[in-house]
């Protein structure tokens, strides 16, 4: 035998290593590739339903902000009518200010019913 035949036995045994060797890392790599799909399949499954609630969730949310756009209007109006409730009460200390012949009136009625009770107690002492 001669060395070339020798390097050619020599090439072929390492070629046939490499085919092997290769094989089998072929093989743990679909391996890995089988549980990392399964994993995804699996995280897939839990996240439907979740994403079928968030989905939901969010419609309600739609729902009550629509709602409250529609109710808006008319909160606004009511906060409008108490402002001039509360502006027309504090318009009435206006009226406990100013001039009323009705006012003098219950004074002088007062002073009178004051003045007969002191009439009356000092004539109920005699």
């Keep these: 035998?001669?060395?070339?035949?020798?390097?050619?036995?020599?090439l072929i045994l390492s070629a046939s290593a490499?085919?092997?060797?290769?094989?089998?890392?072929?093989?743990n790599l679909l391996?890995?590739?089988?549980?990392?799909s399964s994993d995804v399949?699996?995280?897939?499954e839990k996240a439907n339903p979740v994403l079928d609630e968030?989905?939901?969730?969010?419609?309600?949310?739609?729902?009550?902000v629509t709602?409250?756009?529609n109710y808006w209007?008319?909160?606004?109006?009511?906060?409008?009518?108490?402002?001039?409730?509360v502006s027309d009460i504090k318009n009435l200390n206006f009226f406990h200010d100013a001039e009323n012949p009705a006012k003098d009136l219950i004074k002088n009625?007062?002073?009178?019913?004051?003045?007969?009770s002191a009439f009356w107690q000092a004539f109920k002492r005699n």
């Design 1 to 10: 035998m001669t060395v070339i035949d020798l390097l050619l036995i020599i």
């Design 18 to 27: 490499l085919c092997i060797y290769l094989i089998f890392v072929l093989r």
């Design 31 to 36: 391996k890995k590739v089988e549980a990392v």
């Design 41 to 44: 399949h699996n995280f897939i």
């Design 54 to 64: 968030l989905t939901s969730v969010s419609r309600r949310a739609n729902k009550i």
């Design 67 to 69: 709602e409250a756009e």
């Design 73 to 85: 209007e008319e909160l606004d109006r009511s906060i409008k009518k108490l402002k001039e409730k």
């Design 109 to 116: 009625l007062k002073a009178f019913s004051k003045g007969i």
